[in-house]
């Protein structure tokens, strides 16, 4: 890979700041945390590397990343901003316009569907509500249970996403949840390895989730990636604010 551009770089070409452009990759399913995603990197949009302070750094091919962040840095300029009252309700991103948003096909991956996830139970357990956001389109699909966990209605909420997709679509899950990215990606497949048991023997919460979870990730035809998103991601925010309201209406 050719010498890459820093955010900091990126961002003078799109006139934004490279904390922007970070949460521009993150949205896009390139970035989780401070490191270039795996699908960054199997694609070769980012070659990772160590500052001199010995923190991780990214370098990114910029011929081929701006393509890809450059439609949402523009639906994101667009989207009208929040007066003070919206942004007091309850805590709430202000609602955008359909009409206000632009659409972007997998936000620019070479995901078919990209999905923000989320579950809220309250008190927890109790009502659960959950909710994924699609990023093309922000259309919402939510749901709940009557007394769960937040951990439960992750689970249930990325079956459902499983369940209702098509078999040959590449699907990117962005979660604020590390239970969720670590349980479908890392844990899942070792507790298995295992017997269905955790290092001290115990077996896993939740099995009668995970273990079809786990099935229905392997038996599809279309890729599926599970990827850490910040808590403060607007797509993240909007699954939330579904997410509770879908909790309410459990709430006897």
């Not at 994924?132 to 009557?146: D, H, I, K, R």
């Amino acid at each position: 890979m050719e010498q890459g551009a820093t955010q900091d770089e990126l961002g003078k070409q799109l006139g934004i700041d490279a904390q922007a452009v970070g949460d521009l990759l993150a949205a896009a399913g390139l970035k989780e945390g401070r490191h270039a995603s795996d699908d960054a990197l199997d694609r070769g949009l980012a070659e990772p590397g160590t500052s001199p302070l010995g923190r991780p750094f990214v370098r990114w091919r910029a011929e081929a990343v701006l393509p890809v962040i450059e439609p949402l840095a523009r639906r994101l300029a667009a989207a009208p901003a929040k007066s003070e009252a919206e942004a007091g309700k309850r805590g709430r991103a202000a609602p955008r316009q359909a009409a206000q948003r632009q659409v972007v096909r997998g936000a620019g991956t070479t995901f078919d569907v990209v999905v923000a996830l989320h579950a809220v139970a309250d008190p927890n357990p109790g009502p659960t509500g959950w909710a994924y956001v699609n990023q093309e389109t922000w259309e919402p699909t939510s749901g709940g249970l009557p007394n769960g966990t937040d951990r439960e209605g992750e689970l249930v909420a990325a079956l459902h996403l499983l369940d209702h997709s098509a078999p040959g679509a590449h699907l990117l899950v962005r979660s604020a949840s590390e239970y969720l990215v670590k349980t479908a990606t890392v844990w899942a497949p070792t507790w298995r390895r295992n017997g269905w048991k955790k290092r001290d023997g115990e077996r896993p919460e939740n099995l009668d989730l995970i273990e079809p979870l786990l099935g229905k990730i392997e038996k599809r035809a279309g890729r599926v990636r599970f990827g850490l998103a910040d808590i403060v991601d607007e797509f993240v925010v909007a699954a939330a604010q579904r997410a509770r309201e879908a909790a309410r209406e459990m709430t006897p």
